[in-house]
Structures are given as structure tokens and as C-alpha cells.
């Protein structure tokens, strides 16, 4: 299978300044086209560094796309870095310039002298007009391997991979082979227990299994390569049905489900809505009670055969300091079933937010099944 890497360039990268988005986008895309991502490489505005990082790339992948550096100034060094590390000098561009020109124009705008330098290209690349910014991108293939330069700013960047870089990929580097992927969302069990059930089924190669833990719920990822869709489905059923068997109690979905919807639809389904108090008071779990209360109710009423007797959950969230930690005591009552569950929380606030919700809502999800 082709493997691919993905070089994202500029110093505010490194200085936190600006979240790497453009790297999240690529891998999926890649992944999607049936590219194994091996390496996300983040370099900042050196020529040197950079063209070594790539020179290592082009050691080891099929294919690598820059993001970044492609801009007007000094401190843009794409273009020099990648002719350095084939060894090649930058190039001029007539065409590139007047379509430079021709994009400030459409702004009402005047370009400076230093745009310029965006009408250079390394020598073996080929231009790729940017119609939606002033920085052009490029392109290169050396022997078997496809590099391609696209600009940092994240709408341009998905646009032109998009429209260009795309179809070039499949044109120069068919994978013939799809990678399929399904989420498995659970809740109320930890990371360790769900490997000390399931650890055979990360050993895998091909479906592969892997684990991501959030605050309080964990993600379980079956990823399969195959020649076409059905036969990725194919392979990932087995191993499917196998860990809903062993973990059947705590998954609450699946892909782009989230608990929200779920316990709203189990609610509805179980013609029941909520009643709660949160002590002392918590605004943003309190409007998302509030939003499901409402979102069932309207539901409820949608349903013609809603039986006038609707049934409430008792819900009693309330927050304990203990030696400087948070301890949330959930306590359900259902009718014939209730709960009291106490949970601690020490990790960075950060974090707080999702840790209540998973913690709250994953106390509803198992009262109601």
C-alpha cells in the first residue's frame, strides 16, 4: 500500500500560536484515497530544516505534501527549501506573476514587489494556479514519488488539493484500494479493562483495532485496507460482532452517533423524560439537560401513540471538594430501577466539561438500557 507524508510548515506551528488544522484534514483525505499515513512532520520557517526533512521523506514515502511558507515574505521558505533538496535552483515564472497580479486586481488591490518571490517555483516542479489566494502551488514527480507544495491557509489548501492535487494523486499514484474505518463509542468502562478484554483483536494487522480514550468514554477504531468497499465491510464484520459480544453492555454507538442523540432517542422510545437539579449549579451541563428535557418532550409529542402517562427520571447531580478533589455524585431514580454513582475527578480543568458530561450522561445510558 502507498504510504504518504505530511509536512506542515511555520514557526507559529511550533509556538502554539495557531492549531495545526490543515494535517487532521490531509490525513483524512489521505487515508480516505487508501494511503497509509506514516508521518506528520511539523518544521518551522528554516530553509535548511525543512529541506532535510523533506530529503528524509523522500526516502521512505510515495508521496509528501508541504503546507505553508509559501507566502510573499522572508520568512516564507518552501520554495527554496524543496529546490534544496532536489538540488535544483527556483525558477521564475512570467505566467505565475501575471496571475499574482491578476487575483490583487480582483481585490482591488496592488501587489508589492515582495509577492514577487511567489512567481518562483523550484525548476522540476510544475505550477499549479491558485484561484482562490495569491500563492501558487506546485508540484513534483521524481521517479516513483509525488511531492506537492500547497499553501497554508486552510481553505485554500482544501480547495486546491481538492480540485488539483486529488486527481494528479490518482493520476500519478493509483492505490487501487480503499481504507475503511468504524467507531465504536463506549462509556462507563475504562481503557485498560477494554484491552485486558479485547488486547487479541489490537494485535491484528489487517483489520487493525486501536483504542482512544477521552474523559470518561473510549472510542474503538476497526480500520480496514482492501481492494473495494464490500470487501473492507467484509473484514471488519468479524471483528466487530466479536468485541460487541464482549463489550455489548457498554457500547452506546456507533461512527457520528454521539450519546446526546442517543439517550434522547432511548428516552423518547422509553416514553420518559427527565427531571434534574445540579448542586451547586453547573451552567453548561444544566443547558444540556435542559436541551434534552426539551428535545424529548418534542419528540413526545410528535408521536401519536405517546401514552399521556409519561414517566420522569429523577436526576441529583451534585459536586463535593474533597482534598482539593471534585467529587460528582449522579444519582438516578426510574421507577423500578435507581442508581448512585460517585465519581473523582483529577485532571486538568481543561477538561472538566467532558469529563461531567461522560460521567452524567453515561450514568443516564445505563439506567435506561
Not at 76 to 96: G, I, K, M, N, W
Request: charged share 20%.
Amino acid at each position: 500500500m502507498a504510504t504518504a507524508e505530511i509536512i506542515t510548515i511555520g514557526t507559529e506551528l511550533l509556538l502554539g500560536e495557531i492549531p495545526d488544522t490543515n494535517s487532521q484534514y490531509l490525513a483524512k483525505a489521505l487515508n480516505d484515497e487508501g494511503f497509509d499515513v506514516f508521518r506528520v512532520t511539523t518544521v518551522g520557517d528554516n530553509v535548511t530544516r525543512i529541506s532535510q526533512v523533506i530529503r528524509e521523506a523522500l526516502r521512505r514515502s510515495d508521496l509528501i505534501i508541504t503546507t505553508g511558507g509559501l507566502g510573499p515574505t522572508i520568512d516564507d521558505p518552501t520554495r527554496d527549501a524543496v529546490a534544496l533538496a532536489f538540488d535544483v535552483s527556483t525558477v521564475y515564472h512570467e505566467e505565475l506573476w501575471e496571475q499574482i497580479e491578476a487575483r490583487f486586481r480582483s481585490f482591488n488591490r496592488l501587489p508589492t514587489e515582495n509577492n514577487q518571490r511567489q512567481a518562483y517555483i523550484p525548476a522540476n516542479a510544475t505550477a499549479i494556479e491558485n484561484k482562490v489566494g495569491t500563492a501558487p502551488a506546485f508540484y513534483i514527480v521524481h521517479q516513483d514519488i509525488f511531492l506537492c507544495s500547497l499553501p497554508g491557509v486552510p481553505s485554500e489548501m482544501q480547495f486546491l488539493f481538492v480540485n488539483h492535487i486529488k486527481p494528479l494523486i490518482r493520476k500519478y499514484l493509483p492505490t487501487n484500494s480503499v481504507l475503511l474505518t468504524t467507531i465504536i463509542h463506549t462509556i462507563g468502562i475504562g481503557e485498560s479493562h477494554i484491552d485486558q478484554l479485547i488486547g487479541n483483536f489490537e494485535r491484528l494487522q489487517n483489520p487493525t483495532v486501536g483504542l482512544a480514550a477521552h474523559m470518561g468514554s473510549v472510542d474503538i477504531r476497526i480500520s480496514a485496507k482492501a481492494c473495494d468497499k464490500q470487501t473492507a465491510q467484509e473484514m471488519i464484520q468479524p471483528v466487530l460482532k466479536n468485541i460487541q459480544a464482549l463489550l455489548g453492555k457498554y457500547i452506546y454507538g456507533y461512527d457520528q452517533q454521539n450519546l446526546f442523540a442517543v439517550l434522547r432517542d432511548l428516552l423518547v422510545s422509553q416514553d420518559s423524560n427527565i427531571v434534574f437539579k445540579i448542586s451547586p449549579k453547573l451552567n453548561k451541563l444544566d443547558n444540556i439537560l435542559t436541551q434534552l428535557q426539551t428535545e424529548v418532550a418534542e419528540n413526545l409529542v410528535k408521536n401519536q401513540y405517546n401514552n399521556t402517562n409519561r414517566k420522569y427520571i429523577k436526576m441529583d447531580i451534585t459536586f463535593h471538594d474533597i482534598d482539593e478533589k471534585t467529587r460528582l455524585t449522579v444519582s438516578l431514580d426510574g421507577g423500578p430501577k435507581n442508581n448512585v454513582e460517585d465519581f473523582t475527578f483529577s485532571n486538568d480543568i481543561s477538561v472538566f466539561d467532558e469529563w461531567v458530561f461522560n460521567q452524567t450522561m453515561g450514568s443516564l445510558y445505563k439506567l435506561l438500557k
